[in-house]
């Protein structure tokens, strides 16, 4: 049984920081997309970051490329999230996902190529 179990989530002041971590458990090999997508209130879920389990190569939405990073431990199975600079519509709820890769690239890995999905965890920012 596939499972993605995110933690990290919280309330915090603009400017400040946050990491999130997603322990994956049965996965199956084909998996090697992982990633975070968020769902603000009254929007559509949107990614953030993902990265190639196999290669470590990283893809970032532009709203956060500089501000957070995308990581993996293979050992402990687990991908982190850290985000840094914080802003107040960085507020929602995200949520960590895996799923197959194109040709062996996450690069155009989309919600719609998402197998798995955890069951999310809120960040608030305020101002």
């Known amino acids: 049984q596939v499972q993605l179990v995110e933690s990290g989530g919280g309330s915090v002041q603009a400017g400040g920081s946050l990491r999130l971590s997603c322990a994956a458990s049965?996965?199956?090999?084909?998996?090697?997309?992982m990633g975070w997508f968020r769902q603000a209130p009254g929007k559509e879920r949107e990614g953030v970051a993902r990265?190639?389990?196999?290669?470590?190569?990283?893809y970032y939405a532009d709203s956060v490329k500089g501000r957070f990073t995308i990581s993996q431990d293979n050992a402990k199975n687990t991908v982190y999230l850290q985000m840094n600079s914080l802003k107040p519509e960085d507020t929602a709820i995200y949520y960590c996902?895996?799923?197959?890769?194109?040709?062996?690239?996450?690069?155009?890995?989309?919600?719609?190529?998402?197998?798995?999905w955890g069951q999310g965890t809120q960040v608030t920012v305020s101002s």
């Open positions: 990265i190639n389990t196999a290669g470590s190569s990283t």
């Open positions: 996902a895996a799923g197959t890769s194109w040709f062996g690239s996450c690069q155009r890995w989309r919600q719609s190529g998402v197998t798995y």
């Open positions: 049965g996965l199956p090999y084909s998996s090697d997309c």
